[in-house]
């Protein structure tokens, strides 16, 4: 009977010990939804290198004739640094009856006419280096006596 009554004293200290060192997976221990929102506003900076700018284009077509053209290859450089993605419109600020004025990104083969509208350029964020090349178009060489003779490009850079 003392051995019946141990036997009884010991199981029961046993389940009373793991019980009491186990942890009850039915109990919550805590959970909670954290949700954060960041708004992180653009910011852009345009520099421009060099200015898309010739003063006296009637030099250029001396030789040439109607309908001829020349390219003036690295005629500018800016940078755009953004942290979104953007588009950079080109305009040309003098505008000409007599000659088309035609815009790309050197290297590209994909002219932009500027001549009375905009080209538009786009890229992603980050910083990038863009040099055009122009290429102006005589419609009528006879008549560069008589009007303006420049070619002056404006910037407008935007996010998209």
Do not use: H
Not at 49 to 74: A, Q, T
Not at 78 to 102: C, F, G, I, Q
């Amino acid at each position: 009977m003392r051995k019946k009554i141990m036997l009884i004293l010991l199981m029961s200290l046993l389940v009373i010990v793991f019980n009491s060192f186990m942890v009850g997976a039915s109990n919550k221990i805590g959970s909670e939804t954290v949700e954060v929102r960041v708004n992180i506003p653009v910011v852009q900076k345009l520099e421009i290198i060099d200015s898309l700018f010739v003063d006296s284009i009637e030099e250029f077509f001396e030789y040439k004739e109607d309908g001829e053209s020349v390219v003036i290859e690295n005629a500018g450089s800016v940078r755009v640094k953004s942290n979104s993605n953007w588009t950079l419109e080109l305009n040309n600020m003098t505008a000409a009856s007599n000659y088309d004025v035609l815009v790309r990104v050197n290297g590209s083969s994909d002219w932009k006419n500027v001549s009375n509208g905009t080209g538009y350029f786009s890229g992603k964020n980050g910083s990038q280096l863009l040099k055009f090349d122009l290429k102006i178009i005589a419609k009528s060489v006879a008549d560069f006596q008589n009007t303006l003779k420049r070619v002056e490009i404006g910037y407008t850079l935007a996010c998209n």
